[in-house]
């Protein structure tokens, strides 16, 4: 029978030479995706038609890709699967037309889109049309933008234009050893600037997960990434039209959380692990971060509180004491729109000295950048609480979410400090001549520093001033935000009629 062969014979060849590569067959990725005896394919017997460089002698089924549909923890999800074994995996025309027409029904049924990339970019033998197919795919990634879920899965090459899917796309994964995306490969960049550069060096999976942060997600093998893919899609809803799904749990919304009063140290200065203070309020302890290991001095991650999908962003002062700087805004700013974009409540956990001083920083473009996490914040309608854990100073403290940006709740800590900067350095700027002419300038500027932030500085300062709404006890900051998250599920917001905004460069 055709559909035998095409199932086992031509269209499969034998799994060696992927195992020689150390990776699975696209068979044994779909049945660790997909719960188990769900998945249907679709188009498996298509072909190509092209001709010439003996094309024509050599037309297996499916051309290169697995499309179809299957549960993911029950839900309908998507997917399109390059198969490395034949052509490489390379795009050509009925590659791509089997691609768009599953994109199109991702859209028009409103279910999740997972691609498992494992390919050699264009058909070369196909030419321009190759070219167009990947048009086709781009067009139908920003279509999708904002209406589903996309998420990209890197588990071989991903070389050229066909990088720029994954850059669509809401959430990239890559495998160590195997994963490598890249504009131009290293035969390219060694003809072209004279270096020489291996696979993984130019574009493996922990340069993109460390250093450009085009991975979001980074795992050591095929089958820890794909079960953390399926853990990431039970989080999210289906569509921009549902809600996230909520979880049962058992962990009390009330409960306390004592340790945070060790987690934090009171003193501005010290140090302490932001993800610690996720593991408190979040259910069981739960949480799952985002670029873990990129712009590390912001926290992005997805948990639960009291059932209830959030997102949280959080300044981590064990990273560049939790400064804003480029990374961190443009990081912090995806993930925001992406919350926004997906009806999930954002919860914004400050503990910030301002952004990052310096030339590197102003010259590559601070202020744009930094700008980008500003509109994220102005633009998300879905329901928003800040906390302020201890300091909280100058345009860093506005960005984070702050009351005058259109945060709908914000909560501090008794040991919150809110201010235009440090005590120290506004008083030395306010009090520049007073401490220059005192008979000791040393005891008048401690003097002087103890007065503004008795004045200024202390931690109802905000509160009394409607800018926070309630100065908390750090161990209630689970109930608190379970109850805040509680009444704003009801939340609406009108927007002002527009085609779109014009986001900062």
Known sequence: MIKDQARGGEARPAKDPQRARGK???????????????????????????????????RPYTDGVITGWGKVHGRTVFVYAHDFRIFGGSLGEAHAQKIHKLMDLAMTTGAPLVSLSDGAGARIQEG????????????????????????????????????YSPALTDFTFMVSGISQMYITGPNVVEAVTGEKISHDELGGAQVHGTVSGAAG??????????????????????????????????????????????????????????????????????????????????V????????????????????????????????????????????????????????????????????????????????????RIQVILRKAYGGAYIVMDSRSIGADLSFAWPTNEIAVMGAEGAANVVFRKEIAAADDPDSARVRLIREYRQELMHPYYAAERGLVDDVIDPAETRAVLARSLAMLRAKTTKVPYRKHGNLPM
């Open 128 to 163: 321009v049309t190759a070219l167009a197919g990947y048009g086709g795919i781009f067009q139908r990634n920003v279509q999708a933008s904002g209406v589903i879920p996309q998420i990209s899965v890197i588990l071989g090459p991903c070389a050229g234009g066909a990088t």
């Open 24 to 58: 699975l067959t696209v068979d044994e990725r779909l049945d660790l995706l997909f719960d188990p005896g769900t998945f249907t394919e679709i188009e498996p017997l298509r072909r190509h038609r092209a001709s010439g460089f003996g094309m024509e002698n050599r």
């Open 300 to 383: 992005c991650a997805l948990t639960r509180i009291n059932g209830q999908v959030v997102g949280i962003v959080a300044n981590q002062p064990a990273s560049l004491a939790g400064v804003l700087d480029i990374n961190a805004s443009e990081k912090a700013a995806r993930f925001v729109q992406f919350c926004d974009g997906f009806s999930i409540p954002l919860v914004t956990l400050v503990d910030v000295p301002g952004f990052l001083p310096g030339r590197d920083q102003e010259h590559a473009g601070i202020i744009r950048h930094g700008a980008k996490l500003l509109y994220a914040y102005c633009n998300a309608t879905v329901p």
């Open 217 to 298: 997600f980074v795992y050591d093998n095929e089958t820890d990434c794909l079960e953390e893919v399926r853990y990431l899609l039970s989080l999210l809803p289906a569509n921009n039209r549902e809600s996230p799904p909520d979880l049962a749990t058992a962990d009390p919304a009330d409960r306390r959380c004592e340790a945070l009063l060790d987690i934090v140290p009171s003193e501005l200065s010290r140090s302490y692990d932001m993800r610690e203070v996720l593991h408190e309020i979040a259910d069981d302890g739960d949480f799952f971060e985002v670029h873990s290991t990129w712009a590390t001095n912001v």
